[in-house]
Structure formats: structure tokens, C-alpha cells
């Protein structure tokens, strides 16, 4: 094992200058498995929206790495979450989402949950010598709602999501959250990048005037209007007086602030974007809202999940905006998506040293410190020959 003695923490020697994270921990598949343990599983992970199951019996899975869970409402619309695992042999209970408005059988040999996870039934009990059914109930996963959203920690114990988001959670006051509805299914993008490229990418705005000409014509920097709390952080882009060349972004522009009327007029010259490690997204429009999560799927490979809402609104101007908002949107992630593709590649070279990173690079600098502090052997320059 090399000696974490001699790791650095993203200080290059003899330099106050922080650095990046080393090329190495961008593809290794013992370091993936142990992000995945160490520092996904035990954070609080968005599993849907409260009206994404607003009916008995509906439910909706997530998946990390080799867990899956399950959010489920019973007849009562309490919401519970469970290890999406029978029992019995371990065959996955469900898939997707769906309404399972009464008992959950297993797919495999027949066992059967009632809605708060206890074990009723059983396929020739008698073979089974001496069962009690009460030790075989599903196992629970924690679960908590806060601001219109079912969160799930999969492991470990973290503090409640109001605690961590603290005073940003009042941001949301406006947009009522809690009344929308989904715009769409939880849709999951395959990117050939390795998850904490993604989060880099999202963490910081440097490259945002380059990188998204389109965001840059119609707003103005997010980090230049910035606020924090540990472990998360807000920018805010503002619609910019001059008017973009492109038609839609123009558009989009002239007629935002006559559409969305229900917002006060400040918010409806924003667009505001929450980052909160390791690996959630949550994008605020006046229009509407998403959430995306970044997952890994092994060495050099993500997932986006992702997901759109919006309060109800049949009216053809919210319509048309939306679109509006939606065909600008895609353009931005095809563009981070390239961008995030092109520093995948550009990692692989034997001739990459971490560079220095900007002081608008700070939220990347958290999380980098964040990842080191859980998972020492990232100080290294390169890969150990074991991990702790």
C-alpha cells in the first residue's frame, strides 16, 4: 500500500494554489465502488416528487450501483421506502414505477408485503420449517420530504434535508414547488464520462462564457451572484437588457415576465441553479423546475436522471414557453455533455498534471476536498496498489 503520508490535498508543492483532482480517479473501478459506499449511499438522493406518487398504491424506484430502493404510498398516503429486494431470495420486487394499489407479491416465488413492508403471505408455508414471519418484513429505508420531494438515504445516518439546506430552502417560497406536477417521466441519460466529470462540470461556471454561448447572449454569469451553505450552493443567472440574435432565445426573452405571472417580478428574470454534494442538481426557472442526479455506472460512465415540473397550467403562452425554455435547456446539456466528453478523453493522456484551479472554481474545490477527506488514497498522484 503507498503511504498517505506523502499525498498532498490539491496543493501543489510549494505552491497556496489549489489544484485538481488527479487524472487516475477518473476511471478506476476499486475507487467507484468505494464513492459509491463511502459517500453516495449515505447522502440524501431525490427519489421523486410528492406528486409523482400522488395516489394510493403508486411508486417509484431509484437505482446506485447495485442498490435499488423503492418509494411507496399506502392507503393512508404515508410514504415509505424499502430495499427493493424480496426477502426471500432476492429477486428485484419491482421495476420503474407503477401502482401496486394493494399487497407487493415477488415476481419469483410469490411472497407477499403488505404496504408498510410486513410479510403476509407465503407460497406453501409448510415447507418451510419453524419461519416467523415477522423477522422477513422488507428492510426500510430511511426517507424524509422536504420542499416537495421524497428523499432517500440508501445507508448511513445524515443530518434531515432541512437541516442541510437550511435558509436556501426559503428560495423556494415563490415557485411553490410543492403544487407541481411532472412535466414528464424520470427520464436516464447515459453519458461515457465518469460521474465526478459531470459534477465538476455542474460545480463551476468558468467555463460557462465559452462553453454555452447561448446561456452567456441571454444571461448573466451565476457566479456573480452566489450564496452558500455547507456542502451546497445557489447561483443566479439574470436575463440580460440586450436581446439575444438567436429567435428562440430572443423570444424567450420578450416574453417570459408577461407569462409568469404568479412569480414576483424579480424571479422572473432568473434562472437559478442549486448545487448540493456529491451529486444533485436542481435547476429553478420561472417557468418550471428540474432535478438531475449524477450516478455512477462504472469506470468512465454516468447516468443523468432527471426529471421536469411545473405548476398546472394549460394556457398556450405557458406552453409555448416551456417549449422555448425546454429547446434551450437541451442545447446547454448537449454542450456540457460535449465539453464533459472532451476532458474524459483529454484525462487519458500521459501528459495531464492537475492544473490550477480559478477562485470561481470553489465549489469544485469542496467537493474535491470532500472526496479526499473520505477516500485519503485521491491525495495520491497516482493510483495505490491498495486501498484502506
Not at 27 to 46: F, K
Not at 272 to 295: H, K
Not at 349 to 372: A, T, V
Amino acid at each position: 500500500m503507498v503511504s498517505l503520508a506523502v499525498a498532498n490535498s490539491g496543493i501543489g508543492a510549494g505552491d497556496a494554489v489549489p489544484h485538481a483532482l488527479p487524472a487516475w480517479v477518473y476511471d478506476n473501478a476499486e475507487l467507484n465502488r468505494l464513492e459509491l459506499q463511502r459517500i453516495l449511499l449515505p447522502s440524501w438522493q431525490i427519489a421523486c416528487h410528492v406528486n409523482s406518487i400522488a395516489h394510493a398504491g403508486d411508486y417509484v424506484t431509484l437505482d446506485m450501483g447495485p442498490e435499488s430502493v423503492f418509494v411507496w404510498r399506502d392507503r393512508d398516503r404515508t410514504i415509505h421506502a424499502f430495499h427493493n429486494v424480496c426477502r426471500h431470495r432476492g429477486a428485484r420486487l419491482v421495476d420503474g414505477s407503477g401502482n401496486c394499489p394493494g399487497t407487493l407479491t415477488c415476481p419469483y416465488h410469490g411472497w407477499t408485503y403488505r404496504q408498510d413492508g410486513a410479510l403476509i403471505g407465503i407460497p406453501s408455508r409448510e415447507s418451510f420449517q419453524s419461519l416467523d414471519r415477522a423477522g422477513f418484513g422488507l428492510k426500510s429505508v430511511r426517507v424524509e420530504v422536504a420542499f416537495g420531494f421524497v428523499f432517500v438515504a440508501i445507508s448511513g445516518n445524515p443530518p434531515s434535508v432541512a437541516d442541510t439546506w437550511g435558509p436556501l430552502i426559503e428560495e423556494f417560497s415563490p415557485y411553490r414547488f410543492e403544487e407541481m406536477v411532472p412535466l414528464g417521466p424520470i427520464s436516464h441519460e447515459t453519458w461515457d464520462v465518469d460521474w465526478k466529470i459531470a459534477i465538476d462540470n455542474y460545480l463551476e461556471s468558468y467555463h460557462v462564457p465559452i462553453g454555452h454561448p447561448g446561456l452567456n447572449r441571454m444571461f448573466t454569469p451565476d457566479y456573480e451572484d452566489q450564496a452558500a451553505v455547507p456542502t451546497i450552493a445557489r447561483g443566479i443567472s439574470w436575463l440580460r437588457e440586450q436581446e439575444s440574435s438567436r429567435w428562440s432565445e430572443r423570444m424567450y426573452q420578450r416574453l417570459i415576465g408577461k407569462v409568469v405571472t404568479h412569480l414576483p417580478e424579480r424571479q422572473r428574470g432568473s434562472w437559478r441553479f442549486y448545487s448540493a454534494l456529491p451529486n444533485l442538481g436542481i435547476d429553478v426557472f420561472p417557468e418550471q423546475m428540474d432535478f438531475f442526479q449524477v450516478l455512477p455506472r462504472g469506470p468512465g460512465k454516468c447516468v443523468i436522471r432527471s426529471a421536469l415540473f411545473g405548476l398546472p397550467d394549460d394556457r398556450p403562452a405557458m406552453r409555448a414557453i416551456r417549449f422555448l425554455g425546454n429547446r434551450i435547456n437541451t442545447q446547454v446539456n448537449d454542450e456540457d455533455r460535449s465539453l464533459c466528453a472532451r476532458v474524459q478523453r483529454g484525462l487519458a493522456s500521459g501528459s495531464y498534471e492537475p492544473g490550477p484551479l480559478s477562485g470561481l472554481e470553489r465549489c469544485m474545490l469542496e467537493f474535491h476536498d470532500m472526496l479526499r477527506q473520505q477516500i485519503p488514497e485521491m491525495r495520491l498522484a497516482k493510483p495505490p496498489t491498495q486501498f484502506a
